[in-house]
């Protein structure tokens, strides 16, 4: 499985953006994770592409929305109300797993990354 994630950029504090993921192969659920410079990396939000179970890290719930579109094999991270603190390098990952929650172990492929820089 490959992945290839887009749509990040830099936008100001309250704005929104919608990050993209696109998949290669088939996989059972799927997730993104955040890197700050200098900070480990964290976990986002999670997807089950059977069920539709979603889950959300606090720091991003009300504010980011997870959704996919199984046809296209892709699947997006709707972001709005922004933060500074939202700045971050953010991964897309699948898992062979039904549903990989928010361990980033238990996910198999990871994507390149994309930028997500939130001005104040």
């Known amino acids: 499985v490959q992945l290839q994630a887009s749509g990040g950029g830099l936008v100001q504090a309250g704005g929104s953006?919608?990050?993209?993921?696109?998949?290669?192969?088939?996989s059972f659920s799927m997730g993104w994770f955040r890197q700050a410079?200098?900070?480990?990396?964290?976990f986002v939000a999670a997807i089950s592409r059977?069920?539709?179970t979603t889950d959300y890290a606090d720091?991003?719930?009300?504010?980011?929305?997870f959704s996919g579109d199984n046809?296209?094999?892709?699947?997006?991270?709707q972001m709005?109300?922004?933060?500074?603190?939202?700045?971050?390098?953010?991964h897309?990952?699948?898992?062979?797993?039904?549903?990989?929650?928010?361990n980033g172990a238990a996910y198999d492929y990871w994507g390149q990354g994309t930028l997500v820089t939130v001005s104040s």
């Open 17 to 26: 953006l919608r990050l993209s993921c696109a998949a290669s192969g088939r």
């Open 37 to 42: 410079p200098g900070k480990e990396r964290e």
């Open 50 to 52: 059977n069920s539709g």
């Open 80 to 90: 709005s109300s922004l933060k500074p603190e939202d700045t971050a390098v953010y």
């Open 92 to 102: 897309c990952a699948a898992s062979n797993l039904f549903y990989a929650g928010r």
């Open 59 to 65: 720091s991003v719930k009300g504010r980011f929305t």
């Open 71 to 77: 046809a296209k094999s892709t699947v997006y991270l």
